[in-house]
């Protein structure tokens, strides 16, 4: 048996190792089917196929345990976005997010380079 003490270092350090590398607990995609957001099992790549509008399936299920204090649907600031996607030229979940990501909580860059993308002066 191993010593619990031990286990929880463990633990602790495999958690240290996915927070600095930035990966995610999901695995390659935080969802469990393609289908969950798009019509078919065989997405377009431009998603066209989608069920709803992004931003609105994002916010079905990320409604409750996330953050969820960051504007959408509004356009960028003066700064931009520093090539970060848009949605209709404003900003979407998909902005910071991208759902097919390997990284932590799907980020599209680190954290820090991500806020610094459109906030520079920050």
Same mark, same amino acid.
């Given at each position: 048996?191993?010593? @619990?003490?031990?286990?929880?270092?463990?633990?602790?350090?495999?958690?240290?190792?996915?927070?600095?590398?930035?990966?995610?607990? *999901?695995?390659? $995609? /935080?969802?469990?089917?393609?289908?969950? #957001?798009?019509l078919t099992a065989k997405p377009a790549s431009d998603g066209s196929d989608l069920t709803q509008? $992004?931003? $609105?399936?994002?916010?079905?299920?990320?409604?409750?345990?996330?953050?969820?204090?960051? *504007?959408? /649907?509004? @356009?960028?600031?003066?700064? /931009?976005?520093?090539?970060? @996607? =848009? $949605?209709? /030229?404003?900003?979407? #979940?998909?902005?910071? !997010?991208?759902? !097919?990501?390997?990284?932590?909580?799907?980020?599209?860059?680190?954290?820090?380079? =991500?806020?610094? *993308?459109? !906030? @520079?002066? !920050?």
């Amino acid at each position: 048996m191993f010593n @619990p003490k031990y286990q929880a270092i463990g633990l602790f350090f495999l958690l240290l190792i996915m927070l600095l590398s930035n990966t995610s607990w *999901a695995g390659p $995609v /935080g969802h469990k089917s393609c289908t969950d #957001c798009h019509l078919t099992a065989k997405p377009a790549s431009d998603g066209s196929d989608l069920t709803q509008p $992004v931003t $609105v399936l994002c916010i079905n299920c990320h409604k409750y345990g996330g953050r969820s204090d960051h *504007a959408v /649907g509004i @356009p960028p600031g003066t700064e /931009g976005t520093g090539g970060l @996607p =848009l $949605v209709a /030229g404003k900003i979407a #979940c998909i902005t910071c !997010h991208n759902m !097919h990501a390997e990284t932590r909580m799907l980020l599209r860059i680190n954290t820090e380079d =991500l806020c610094l *993308a459109c !906030h @520079p002066n !920050h």
